[in-house]
């Protein structure tokens, strides 16, 4: 196993100079960082996590609790936290605990018991379990007691969503929502709503409970179904706007000439689909990269500028929306 003492000699700097720069604790000048990032990298040393959390009481593990990492939404946030922190010497457990409460609570005991660094989850936990002491930075959703927290513009997303597919001719819109859970999207969805309150078209909410792909297929045939003069669709998120392109275009319609689609997240798929999905843009791997730079902060005591920070949102136009826009 590669030392502290290997790196430093390495290096060509101190035992000390690589323990602080390691711990983030104590300066560290430019010039040496770079000799010990090229040591590190050099001999693949791996910080002993055991020995850290004796002096500071806390490990650098860090838990990341999700809802569905079938969504691509998450896996690309989960990335976004993981390079963050393993460039720092953090660790990443991931959770995939949709909403199972005792698989959450069995994570978070666990990572309460290793005097874990923190926890990223889209979940406020504090009154659940309010005896687990330990860092949370809420993800994705907006509306939580915790104080720290990462989430975009959703009531932007909701009304930039509806504004985007009225003034490309909708006129018999569906408006999807997705499972009531989800805050976020619910936010969206009620944004979207409320803008077409307030202009003369014709509009139908529907409700999904569900990210499956094969459930989701089952809720567009029966909109399809229910509301068959529907000329546009504004989607909760990009899988579900995959689904419904799927099955349009099985009914023999063409997209956008008689149906147009507007997505949500902008997912990497989004743009291979055909016809390429239009969407609205939000980043999920920027969005878990500031999550992991608020724990860090919190777990090596620094100035925190921001304790909620919220990410805008634009407009990605590809194919699925007519380009007649006024």
Same mark, same amino acid.
């Not at 860092?135 to 104080?147: A, F, L, T, Y």
């Not at 014709?202 to 999904?208: A, I, M, Q, T």
């Not at 999905?277 to 843009?281: A, D, G, P, R, V």
């Given at each position: 196993m590669?030392?502290i003492?290997?790196?430093?000699?390495?290096a060509?700097?101190?035992k000390?100079t690589?323990s602080r720069?390691?711990s983030?604790n104590?300066?560290?000048?430019?010039?040496?960082?770079?000799?010990?990032?090229?040591?590190i990298?050099?001999l693949k040393f791996?910080?002993?996590l &055991?020995?850290r959390?004796l002096?500071t009481?806390?490990n650098?593990?860090?838990?990341?609790l999700l809802?569905?990492?079938?969504?691509?939404?998450f896996?690309?946030l989960?990335?976004?936290?993981?390079?963050?922190?393993q460039?720092?010497?953090?660790?990443?457990?991931?959770?995939?605990?949709?909403?199972?409460?005792?698989?959450?609570?069995?994570?978070?005991?666990v990572?309460a018991?290793?005097?874990?660094?923190?926890?990223?989850?889209?979940?406020?936990?504090?009154?659940?379990?309010?005896?687990?002491?330990i860092?949370?930075?809420?993800?994705?959703?907006?509306?939580?007691?915790?104080?720290y927290?990462v989430f975009?513009n959703?009531?932007a997303g909701?009304k930039?969503?509806?504004?985007?597919v009225v003034?490309?001719?909708g006129t018999n819109?569906?408006?999807?929502?997705?499972?009531l859970?989800?805050?976020?999207?619910?936010?969206r969805?009620k944004?979207s709503?409320d803008f077409?309150?307030?202009?003369?078209t014709?509009?139908?909410?529907?409700?999904?409970k569900?990210?499956n792909?094969e459930?989701?297929?089952?809720?567009a045939?029966n909109?399809?179904?229910?509301?068959?003069?529907?000329d546009?669709?504004i989607?909760p998120?990009?899988?579900?706007?995959?689904?419904?392109?799927?099955?349009?275009?099985?009914?023999?319609?063409?997209?956008p000439?008689?149906i147009?689609?507007?997505?949500?997240?902008d997912i990497l798929? &989004?743009?291979f689909v055909?016809p390429a999905?239009?969407?609205?843009?939000q980043?999920?791997?920027?969005?878990?990269?500031?999550?992991?730079?608020?724990v860090?902060e919190?777990?090596?005591?620094?100035?925190i500028e921001?304790?909620?920070?919220?990410?805008?949102i634009?407009?990605?136009e590809?194919e699925?929306i007519?380009k007649?826009?006024k």
């Open positions: 590669v030392t003492k290997q790196v430093a000699q390495e060509g700097v101190s000390s690589v720069y390691i983030q104590g300066y560290v000048g430019k010039e040496a960082q770079e000799k010990i990032e090229k040591a990298e050099k791996v910080p002993n &055991s020995a959390s002096k009481k806390r650098q593990l860090v838990g990341l809802p569905d990492i079938s969504n691509p939404f896996p690309m989960a990335k976004g936290v993981e390079e963050f922190l460039e720092r010497g953090y660790r990443v457990m991931l959770g995939n605990i949709g909403e199972d409460e005792a698989l959450e609570e069995d994570y978070l005991r990572l018991q290793t005097n874990a660094a923190g926890v990223i989850t889209t979940h406020d936990f504090s009154e659940k379990f309010s005896d687990i002491d860092p949370v930075v809420i993800v994705d959703r907006e509306g939580h007691k915790s104080n927290g975009s959703n009531v909701g930039l969503a509806a504004k985007i003034e490309a001719g819109i569906a408006v999807v929502s997705g499972p859970t989800a805050v976020n999207i619910n936010n969805f944004a709503v077409l309150d307030n202009i003369d014709n509009y139908k909410k529907f409700y999904s569900s990210y792909f459930v989701i297929q089952e809720e045939n909109l399809l179904d229910c509301f068959q003069e529907v546009t669709i989607a998120s990009d899988v579900h706007a995959i689904a419904f392109i799927h099955e349009i275009l099985a009914r023999g319609k063409k997209i000439e008689d147009q689609i507007i997505g949500y997240d798929i &989004s743009q055909y999905l239009s969407t609205i843009h980043s999920a791997y920027t969005m878990g990269e500031e999550a992991a730079r608020l860090y919190i777990d090596n005591e620094q100035y921001k304790k909620r920070i919220e990410l805008p634009h407009y990605v590809r699925t007519r007649n826009r």
